[in-house]
C-alpha cells in the first residue's frame, strides 16, 4: 500500500519545524548575558572572589583584556568600552569529562566574559552549561550538571541576588 505524500510532506514539516524551534531556542539560551548591578570593576572583582571561594574551583589562565587585544589591531567592537574574559575551572570535574571524551577539552576550560557598554550598562556572559549538559549522557552530563550547579551559585553572587 502506497505511503501518502500528504504523510510524507507532514512528517518531513515536522520534523523541519521542530529542528528550527530547537536552533532558534539554542540560540537565544545557549549563551546568556546578563545584566550586573554593578560597575564593570566591581563585577570582575566579584567573578574574581566568588570563583575560588569555592572548594576546587580556580582560574587556570590569567584573565584576557579581549577589548584590548582587539583595539590593538583596529578592530575594537562598536558599541563596546571593555571585555574581559575569566577561565574557569574546576580540576576534578574537568578530570571526570577527559577521562570519559577527551575530545571535550576543545570547550575547557568554561569561560565567562564582563563587558561594558557605551551607555555604561555592565553584562556578564556565559555559557548555559545547564543546557548543554542535555546533549550529552552518561559521565559527560553528569559534570556538567555539576558545574551548572556551581556556575549558579557563581552567578548568583557576582550579580547579588
Known amino acids: 500500500m502506497p505511503v501518502p505524500v500528504a504523510l510524507i510532506l507532514g512528517v518531513f514539516t ?19 548575558p546578563e545584566r550586573s548591578a554593578r560597575n564593570f570593576e566591581e563585577t570582575c572583582a566579584a ?30 567592537p562598536d558599541g563596546v568600552k571593555q571585555i574581559r574574559v575569566y577561565f574557569v575551572c574546576n580540576p576534578g570535574l574537568a578530570k571526570r569529562v577527559l577521562t570519559d571524551s577527551p575530545q571535550m577539552s ?14 555604561g550598562s555592565v553584562r556578564v556572559s556565559k555559557m548555559n552549561i545547564g543546557m548543554m549538559s542535555k546533549m550529552f549522557s552518561g559521565e559527560v ?10 556556575d549558579e551559585r557563581f552567578i548568583t553572587e557576582v550579580l547579588g541576588r
Do not use: Q
Not at 106 to 119: K, Q, T
Not at 141 to 150: E, I, Q, Y
Open 141 to 150: 552530563k553528569s559534570a556538567m550538571g555539576d558545574v551548572a550547579v556551581a
Open 106 to 119: 576543545a570547550i575547557m576550560p568554561c569561560s565567562w566574559s564582563v563587558y561594558e557598554l557605551d551607555d
Open 47 to 76: 567573578i574574581e572572589k566568588a570563583v575560588p571561594a569555592l572548594e576546587g574551583w580556580s582560574f587556570p589562565h590569567d584573565t584576557l583584556d579581549m577589548y584590548a587585544k582587539l583595539e590593538a589591531k583596529g578592530m575594537a
Open 14 to 32: 515536522g520534523v523541519v519545524l521542530t529542528a528550527l524551534l530547537v536552533v532558534g531556542m539554542m540560540r537565544k539560551r545557549m549563551v546568556v
